[in-house]
């Protein structure tokens, strides 16, 4: 028997008992007559005295991080520790067996606030795993996950595995693509999401599954964005509207935050906004509801102004209540972030003093008319700064929104603990590609607002889908949609973005086949796991929740992925490489 107890779970009613514990050592302070050892396992940590002459030359051997065994007897400590849950008493050894050594030089200090370079830690990552708040995190992710699994089952949802060796399918992202050794020259790819095999099941007649899925795209990686491979709690109902989705989501999310967070979490029904409309208020899809700061048209505003860099622009304003306060050096700072993180041209600025009159920046361009139109129509009052953002529309708003992130961040506007929910609707169904051909938006297999008609009458740019975003703190934290369950109308959708019936079956020939068989009406949505899980434990980055991820380049350090391979395991799978 290696413990009795775990070292997190003796107390003072166990003083005079003895034990058997077993864990790593996190400091071994010798004192001259007497050596002190904090023994660490994933519960807590016990102090462990060791003042037997013996035993003390075996100690003085130990080394940080080893991981050892000891028998001893629980007293009461008489300088007690307030700061750990085990400091009404320590343990006076009788035994120590190294159950396994560590070497003298670790590569990092662990349980320390010391900067690590990220790539060491992932290379050391069985180590880096011992951090206490990493480790933590790893058992909060396993907590999350049992409770989404609880609380779909109590929702009466089935939980259904899909293939992870499946078809490639344009989903948004690059495939993984893996060699067929039995069928030469054919491929399987992981999938991006298990998308056409849950609406296979609704075709089925399951009415409503859900699985914690695997899913793999080729997509760059972010803070918030673990490359290569993630997991979403996938849902799909048959017979089921958006509001059906909406309802799910309501009950499922707010309650999995507030059982693991102290945080204010906002109860459904969550805030509803036009994908126009949020790009309009925000400039990004994504809002921080937090962030108490609009953008505003004020094109027409403009329309005559002498100030040259406004002339036939798009013209954003974000208004700053109480923004006449910062200094030069504030202003001079957001333009220089401006320029150099959005790739805008420039920032104009003004403000507003104490007196209602407007000073710095372009102030002098901004005429009585146009000052008593701030006021009246969008709410410019004395003490206010103005941010003033001018390009051709799409990238005036881009670049807006990101302004207006950055002021929230910079003037500490942020609400602070705090979940905020809202769903982004109304996706347009397609959008323009940088060929600018028409291209899918969203997500391909959505049913567009207008059923066929509109497909068949309406400018493809103008039409909406039934597709929907949850966001939270701006964070993009679910994605679904109102399936397109009729044959007709999918040939149609497709054959808008440039896909030929031909192509379709071959492509999508399962579901395609599928939709002549009774297809209910069926929509679903797919929250990111990673993403919820990085929120709830408040990190700013997604690898701090993922026991085993990737670097910034998509390389796993630990395992040394991806690595080359032998001549014979690609001569099995009919691969011949050419690195020219």
């Not at 935050?257 to 994504?286: C, H, N, Q, S």
């Not at 071959?506 to 939709?515: K, Q």
């Not at 990085?534 to 990737?550: G, H, Y």
Request: proline residues 5%; charged residues 30%.
């Amino acid at each position: 028997m290696y413990r009795t107890k775990r070292l997190g779970e003796l107390r003072i009613e166990n003083v005079g008992e003895e034990v058997e514990l077993s864990g790593w050592i996190q400091k071994n302070r010798n004192l001259g007559g007497m050596i002190f050892i904090d023994l660490r396992d994933e519960t807590g940590i016990t102090q462990i005295v060791v003042n037997n002459e013996k035993l003390q030359e075996k100690a003085k051997e130990l080394t940080t991080e080893s991981c050892i065994h000891i028998v001893g007897n629980v007293v009461e400590r008489t300088s007690k520790n307030p700061k750990i849950a085990t400091g009404d008493i320590e343990v006076i050894a009788s035994e120590i067996e190294v159950l396994g050594k560590c070497k003298n030089m670790l590569p990092f200090e662990i349980n320390t606030e010391q900067d690590v370079r990220e790539d060491l830690r992932l290379e050391y990552r069985f180590l880096d795993l011992r951090n206490e708040k990493l480790h933590n995190n790893i058992l909060l992710r396993s907590k999350i996950l049992k409770a989404l699994r609880d609380k779909m089952d109590e929702l009466g949802f089935t939980e259904i595995q899909t293939p992870i060796l499946a078809n490639s399918s344009p989903e948004g992202a690059r495939d993984y693509l893996v060699p067929s050794r039995l069928n030469p020259g054919e491929f399987y790819a992981l999938p991006q999401a298990p998308q056409q095999f849950k609406q296979l099941l609704m075709v089925s007649g399951f009415d409503r599954y859900f699985q914690i899925a695997p899913c793999f795209r080729d997509e760059d990686p972010r803070a918030d964005r673990a490359p290569g491979e993630f997991y979403q709690l996938d849902f799909e109902m048959s017979f089921a509207t958006q509001e059906d989705v909406f309802k799910v989501l309501e009950d499922v999310v707010p309650y999995v935050f507030k059982k693991f967070t102290d945080w204010k979490v906002d109860e459904g029904p969550f805030v509803r906004l036009p994908y126009r409309e949020a790009m309009e208020k925000y400039g990004i899809d994504k809002p921080d509801l937090r962030n108490p700061l609009i953008i505003q048209d004020v094109t027409e505003l403009f329309k005559d102004t002498d100030f040259n860099a406004f002339k036939d622009k798009t013209i954003k304003a974000i208004i700053v209540p109480n923004g006449a306060e910062q200094g030069r050096k504030f202003f001079d700072k957001m333009i220089d972030f401006a320029v150099q993180e959005c790739e805008a041209k420039g920032l104009a600025w003004t403000k507003i003093n104490s007196e209602n009159v407007y000073e710095g920046g372009i102030a002098k361009f901004i005429t009585d008319d146009i000052k008593s139109e701030l006021f009246e129509k969008f709410g410019a009052k004395e003490n206010a700064s103005i941010f003033f953002i001018a390009d051709e529309f799409e990238k005036a708003q881009k670049i807006a929104g990101l302004v207006r992130i950055e002021l929230g961040k910079r003037l500490d506007l942020i609400e602070k603990n705090v979940y905020k929910f809202c769903f982004i609707v109304d996706f347009p169904m397609y959008e323009l590609s940088d060929e600018g051909t028409i291209d899918f938006s969203h997500n391909p297999f959505s049913m567009p607002q207008g059923g066929l008609e509109a497909l068949e009458n309406s400018n493809p740019l103008d039409i909406l889908a039934y597709q929907y975003d949850l966001v939270c703190n701006g964070y993009e934290m679910a994605s679904g949609a109102v399936r397109n369950h009729n044959p007709e109308i999918m040939i149609k959708a497709f054959e808008i973005a440039g896909y030929e019936e031909d192509e379709i079956k071959n492509r999508f020939g399962a579901l395609y086949n599928a939709f002549q068989y009774g297809t209910p009406p069926h929509a679903g949505a797919a929250p990111g796991v990673d993403r919820m899980i990085m929120l709830i434990a408040d990190s700013q980055n997604i690898r701090e929740i993922i026991a085993f991820p990737k670097n910034k380049r998509a390389r796993d350090l630990l395992m040394s992925a991806p690595s080359q391979v032998s001549e014979q395991q690609l001569k099995d799978v009919h691969i011949k490489l050419d690195l020219k």
